[in-house]
């Protein structure tokens, strides 16, 4: 990880519950230049790469999908959490880091959309992505073209396996992604994004 960036998050203990160190990225936010960095980190492997439409979820992943799909010139999809949105949505159960949720996305929001990019801010279980995957081959017939997560190395994820596992299925029904995370971002068929 770029150590600007790295300066910029902060290790909080035991929250939301014991056991888990949450990484509180408020500092890099509020840090012009480093929010700008992370932002152009997470989006440079894939311009040029066809991308039409990102998705994030709620609510860490609306911050850097928004900004993601600005920096892309292209749309942005939120996934939400149960219960918030108007109208006809497909949903998914997924496991959290400590416990269980369930996100949904309007049924029709990626009828237009060819060439997903899911984004969100770091890669823990791989609970949230693996959810995302999920309800975005159960609203369309599109290609997920890669997945983008602040660029965190591994001594900051405390779940590696979990992120290897979420890689390998990412394959199996995907197409071509190199299985080792150690990137800020992953780029379907293509080689590794290094920072």
Known sequence: MHPYLQSLIIDVPDFPKPGIVFKDFTPLLADGRG????????????????????????????????????????????????????????????????????LEVHADALAKAKRILIVDDLLATGGT?????????????????????LPLVFEFIKHRKAAVALSEGIVQRHGDLPPN??????????????S
Do not use: H, W
């Open 181 to 194: 995370l150690e990137s800020v971002s992953i780029r379907m068929g293509c080689r590794r994004s290094r």
């Open 35 to 102: 929010l700008s960095l992370a932002v152009e980190l997470m989006a440079n492997p894939f311009r040029g790469q066809g991308v039409d439409m990102v998705i994030g979820a709620e609510s860490r992943g609306f911050i850097f999908g928004i900004a993601v799909a600005q920096a892309l010139s292209v749309g942005f999809v939120p996934v939400r959490k149960a219960g918030k949105l108007p109208r006809a949505v497909k949903r998914v159960e997924y496991a959290l880091e400590y416990g269980t949720d369930r």
């Open 129 to 149: 992505l693996e959810a995302c995957i999920q309800l975005v081959s159960q609203t369309a017939k599109v290609e997920i073209v890669g997945i983008s997560v």
